[in-house]
């Protein structure tokens, strides 16, 4: 079984500062990683996924995450955030071969003008 | 671009009445999922199916849940009597089975009072 953990329920940064969001998962098998966005009284849309490959993916809107099997950490940073940014980030796995996602319980990244 | 449509967005039934969420997938994808998470919690699996079936259900999929996809092209969650607890807001998603990407709804939130 997979579970994922983000421990940061909010992150609150000034606009244009960095930002990091973090991500740890913990599987017996290997994974596929994902971060999903949902703006306020949006959907869910996928910012990025980790399938195989290069650890670093870029991803929509300027977010990148990298991939550190050694950690099991999948952290999703952005060099200079905007207002725009203001939303709820969701890290999920979801176990090679099955498209069942687990969810972490989500980061409110709050944006400080 | 393709989406995936959740009607309707709000739902407000009374306790220990039927509701029908209604999903509309993407057309040509196989693999189709219902999420629902509840205010402030986790987003949780609750449903799988593919190729007409269900492949995979939660815990919290019993006896009051049932999917169908009527005519092949709109996917349905019923919830035969429903309790205060199933109040949340509820996720379908497709996924086309050539990449795992999932292509999430806007979601249907739903109050039981």
């Known amino acids: 079984a997979q579970s994922v953990t983000q421990l940061d329920s909010q992150v609150p940064v000034f606009e244009e500062a960095p930002v990091e969001l973090r991500c740890n998962y913990s599987?017996?098998?290997?994974?596929?990683l994902f971060w999903y966005v949902q703006y306020p009284n949006q959907g869910l849309q996928l910012l990025l996924k980790?399938?195989?490959?290069s650890t670093l993916v870029k991803g929509i809107n300027g977010f990148e995450a990298e991939f550190n099997k050694s950690q099991t950490s999948f952290h999703l940073r952005k060099p200079s955030v905007h207002i725009s940014d203001t939303a709820e980030y969701f890290c999920?796995?979801?176990?090679?071969?099955?498209?069942?996602?687990?969810w972490g319980a989500g980061t409110k990244l709050i944006i400080k003008p | 671009e393709p989406e995936v449509t959740q009607t309707p967005s709000h739902q407000v039934t009374q306790m220990g009445q039927e509701v029908i969420l209604r999903c509309v997938p993407i057309?040509?994808?196989?693999?189709f999922y219902w999420y629902r998470q509840i205010l402030g919690q986790k987003v949780e699996f609750l449903v799988s199916?593919?190729?007409?079936?269900?492949?995979?259900k939660s815990e919290i999929f019993d006896d009051q849940f049932s999917v169908e996809r009527p005519d092949g092209s709109n996917f349905t969650l019923k919830i035969r009597s429903t309790k205060l607890e199933d109040s949340a807001m509820y996720f379908c998603?497709?996924?086309?089975?050539?990449?795992?990407?999932?292509?999430f709804g806007q979601g249907t939130r739903l109050t039981v009072v």
């Open positions: 998603a497709s996924i086309s089975g050539q990449t795992s990407e999932a292509f």
């Open positions: 057309s040509n994808h196989l693999y």
């Open positions: 199916f593919y190729n007409n079936e269900i492949s995979e």
């Open positions: 599987s017996s098998v290997s994974v596929y």
């Open positions: 980790y399938l195989s490959g």
């Open positions: 999920a796995v979801s176990a090679e071969g099955n498209y069942q996602l687990i």
